[in-house]
């Protein structure tokens, strides 16, 4: 054995060696990955409650893209562990061969993904149509308008019309909707760019100054639920939070009925 190949056989220097420690450390990612998905549930750190009627398609394609994900993700890391362990340094002592890759592995891996990525592309269209362009042809319930750092609400007077001087506007926070019905929302902003996310109903709209969006859903249950603002837009966006209350018609006709009465006593003190 010649002095150039004896070199190649010399062992990495101990400070480079990808030790089995390592590879059992490699190996945890993927257990731990697994077990937090596994007992998330049981420990309600899983989906809040879906009370819309169009959220289990969201939840199911979500399920779908997380097994489709969690797959490919365990088996990348039991490969990284396999490799790790079998060509760890000292346990390995056969040289090193280079090798300047393989033309047909690389389009196979390249093909693989952009296929797998069309075919969510295709299979998620009916769950964005539902969410994002099938708008009900309904008069707005509510306009919603962020700012820093709140949301406000205004809601149409007797005349049905947003933007005259019947509106009635809430700055509390407290969002009051009809349950069992089709309702349609306006949503702008005041100022910076927020996103008005409703985590029960499974629906996130970004807020964009100076466009007007909007956002349509059917709530099945009474309750209260969250308000968040999903979009990074200041110091204080960690207190942009609301809730909305899911009331019957009959309930919201009267909600509005007294915030119409309180608005009118404020205005008609203010007029004295
Ligand atoms: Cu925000």
Known sequence: MGSQSLKHCMPTPARFQVNRFWSLLFLL?????????????????????????????????????????????????????????????????????????????????????????????????????????????????????????????????????????????????????????????RITSADVLHSFFLPNLRLKQDVIPGMRQSMWFKARQKGQFDIVCAELCGWGHYKMKGRVHFVTRAEFDAKLESFRKEQNRVRGEEGS
């Open 29 to 185: 990612v993927p257990i731990a990955g697994v077990a937090t998905f596994a007992l998330a549930p049981h420990y309600n750190i899983w989906l809040p409650r879906d009370v819309s009627e169009h959220g289990h398609t969201i939840d199911s394609l979500f399920m779908f893209i997380l097994w489709l994900t969690g797959i490919v993700f365990v088996g990348t890391h039991l490969a990284l562990f396999y490799f790790s362990w079998k060509y760890e340094a000292s346990h390995n002592r056969q040289a090193v061969q280079y090798t300047h890759g393989s033309h047909s592995l690389e389009v196979v891996w390249t093909i693989l993904p952009a296929m797998t990525l069309l075919f969510i592309a295709i299979y998620q269209m009916d769950a964005w149509a539902v969410a994002k362009m099938r708008m009900p042809d309904l008069p707005p319930i509510v306009e919603v308008t962020g700012r820093q750092f709140n949301w406000d609400f205004r809601y149409p007077g007797t005349d049905g019309e947003l933007h005259t001087r019947d509106d009635i506007i809430r700055t509390d926070g407290i969002l009051y909707l009809p349950v069992d019905e089709e309702v349609l929302l």
